[in-house]
């Protein structure tokens, strides 16, 4: 993919219509986590429904973040697959 770029007062960045499609590809490539609120976010589910699919299977698991286990969230590539396809997703 060909990044087109912006010059804003000598500061290059990313042309903001493309700024979510490489934002999501450097996410997948060093397959990043997710947390619960931003997933609230990309999927429209709340917390509650996120509990319910995890429990049937039907949505991706949550990783502990930390050794208590306290700090969770979900691989992006993860996410993904299930947006792509909700209902056949298993994990």
Do not use: C
């Not at 219509?17 to 934002?23: C, G, H, I, S």
């Not at 999501?24 to 709340?46: H, Q, R, W, Y």
């Not at 039907?58 to 286990?69: A, D, E, T, V």
């Amino acid at each position: 993919m060909m990044v087109k770029t912006i010059d804003n007062n000598g500061v290059i960045l990313i042309d903001p219509d493309q700024e979510k499609e490489v934002l999501i590809g450097l996410m997948l490539e060093v397959n990043a986590f997710a947390s619960i609120k931003t997933t609230e976010i990309l999927t429209t589910l709340d917390k509650t429904t996120q509990y319910r699919l995890r429990k049937a299977g039907k949505f991706p698991k949550l990783h502990s973040l930390n050794h208590q286990g306290r700090r969770k969230a979900y691989k992006i590539q993860d996410l993904k697959n299930w947006i792509e396809n909700p209902e056949n997703y298993k994990h």
